[in-house]
């Protein structure tokens, strides 16, 4: 089983100064890259303080500079908002210049004032996203590029510098509906989940991919599905709980509600049972089967539950306090090494 941390660089109520916050990430991933993690996770985000980091690849240059072992996830690159080639283009020198260390994701996007800001329709949301995954995949496998799609065409164009990685660097797509993942499967690309589904939600949309890969004459094996999952460890289980209801109460208040997301709160706290769908409280949602928090010996129990019952086998922690990821580094991660 893989472990890494998907990394925020979250400013609230903008306490410290921005550098600060940078220092202590950069702290945090240092402790990682000595202790068996297997990579970082950057989130890109933009015009907000829940994460202020709109370039993960220029984060990731620096993570690069500051580690020797640890893999440099994107998590994810919003690749609707990027020029195609532009993006194969960073992508891949952050390849060559962190030695092939790079974990590709790339995802859709969700905040309609990103989409605002940089003139990109939501309704184009999924087209984009996917022809520039397309896309990007082609510029790294093929010498010269012809490309004559619905967003951009391209006539013979060397994208430069290919990555130090053969063919590529690992790729992952965000998905979070069955048509994203009915789409990644047809394409025969590996997915990476959450961090806001339940967990039953979760195994679910797992067998449906495996489903689907096996339907479109792709296996399996070899393939790992990060799934990333709000951790809150603390020394006693009442203690945990309460940063757990803390991190749920953030996620709602940043951007798990219908006025920043695309698809509304609603999306999300849907749950399923024998007699139809019903709709539960979002913070609720968060503390019945989405944070996994408790005691370390708790939490161990818990990902170990979650690795039977929803084929966890890459685990992307977002701790939701500083405390949680040193408790969970130092009483859990050795457990599994």
Known sequence: MKFAV????????????????YERAMQRIEIMDQTGYDA????????????????????????????????????????????????????????????GRVNWGAGSGFDPTEFKAFGVPPEERYSR???????VLAAWTQERLNWNGQ????????????????????SWVAVSS????AWAARHGLSVMMGPHAHCDDMAHKVES????????????????????????????????????????????DSYMNSSKT???????????????SYTIDPIQHYLD????????????????RRRETMYLDYLMCAPLSHHSFTLFTEKVLPRFQ
């Open 209 to 252: 991919y495996q489903t689907e890969l096996a339907a479109n004459g792709y296996q399996m094996d070899g393939r790992n599905i990060p799934m990333a999952q709000l951790i809150a460890v603390a020394q006693t289980d009442a203690e945990a709980e309460e940063i757990a209801r803390r991190g749920a109460q953030w996620m709602v």
């Open 6 to 21: 998907l990394q925020f660089f979250s400013w609230p109520g903008r306490r410290n100064p921005l550098p600060v916050v």
């Open 40 to 99: 970082v996770w950057l989130a890109e985000h933009h015009f907000t303080t829940y994460s202020v980091c709109p370039s993960v690849h220029m984060m990731g240059l620096h993570v690069a500079s500051h580690t020797q072992h640890l893999r440099i996830g994107t998590g994810i690159s919003l690749a609707s908002f990027y020029h195609p080639l532009r993006l194969a283009e960073e992508v891949a020198l952050l390849d060559v210049l962190s030695g």
């Open 289 to 304: 089967g989405v944070v996994i928090y408790g005691t370390p010996e708790r939490v161990y129990d818990e990902i170990q």
């Open 262 to 276: 695309v698809n509304a709160t609603s999306s999300i706290t849907q749950r399923r049972s024998p007699q139809g």
């Open 178 to 181: 069955l048509d994203s993942i």
């Open 129 to 135: 996203f996917r022809e520039a995954v397309e896309i």
């Open 151 to 170: 967003h951009w065409q391209f006539e013979d164009v060397e994208v430069l510098p290919k990555p130090l990685q053969h063919p590529h660097p690992p």
